[in-house]
């Protein structure tokens, strides 16, 4: 399917009316997930409503010895790559982060840290300087979280630990793959 072939009969189908999401059950998209959303794109079709099933990697390449089982989860994976993309099905909660007043020493740290201006500091009722963050302009990156050297700022869903050991995994992701 990865070939200008097996695009093309993808974009026809799109064209033609017959298709509106496109599951394609296959190898790792590292390699080839790219190619299909622009084929998707090429014919008209928003490319997020492009899902890849890898087959692959946890799938026939991890269960070789066990044909059967391999397909019947090959058949699951399909069937979870299709479910993200039913109408109405996904809802995404936007990640925000907030300050715990009573941990925050209004350092000032965070506020020209965050890349969209969202954090500014106050004066609060006791006449103290603290920060707050606007959640209509905060878009969840963690930095302030990872920051604010009095752990006061939580991502929302993800504790300061959770946001740092995300860090920590991304700066060692070469040594990881290596
Ligand atoms: S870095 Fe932390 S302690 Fe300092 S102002 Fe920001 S939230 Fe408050
Ligand atoms: S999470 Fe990111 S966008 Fe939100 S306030 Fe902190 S630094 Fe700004």
């Known amino acids: 399917m990865c070939s200008d072939p097996g695009q093309e009969l993808i974009k026809q189908d799109i064209r033609d009316g017959l298709v509106n999401r496109v599951v394609v059950a296959a190898c790792t998209p590292r390699a080839h997930e790219p190619i299909f959303r622009k084929a998707c794109e090429d014919a008209g079709l928003n490319k997020y409503f492009f899902e890849m099933a890898n ?22 994976i399909v069937a979870a790559a299709m479910s993200l993309l039913e109408p109405g099905k996904m809802t995404v909660e936007p990640l925000i ?14 506020v020209p840290l965050c890349p969209y201006g969202a954090i500014s500091l106050v004066k609060c009722e006791d006449g103290k300087l603290r920060s707050e963050i606007d959640p209509a302009l905060c878009k969840g990156c963690g930095v302030c979280t990872a920051a604010c ?8 869903e993800f504790t300061y630990e959770q946001v740092l050991a995300q860090i920590r995994t991304i700066a ?6 290596a």
């Open 55 to 76: 087959i692959q990697d946890q799938c026939s390449w991890a269960h070789w010895h066990e044909k059967k089982k391999a397909t019947e989860k090959a058949k699951a």
């Open 97 to 110: 982060s907030e300050v715990n007043k009573e941990k925050c020493t209004g350092c000032g740290v965070c």
């Open 149 to 156: 050297p009095s752990k006061a700022i939580t991502l929302h």
């Open 172 to 177: 060692r992701w070469p040594e990881i793959q």
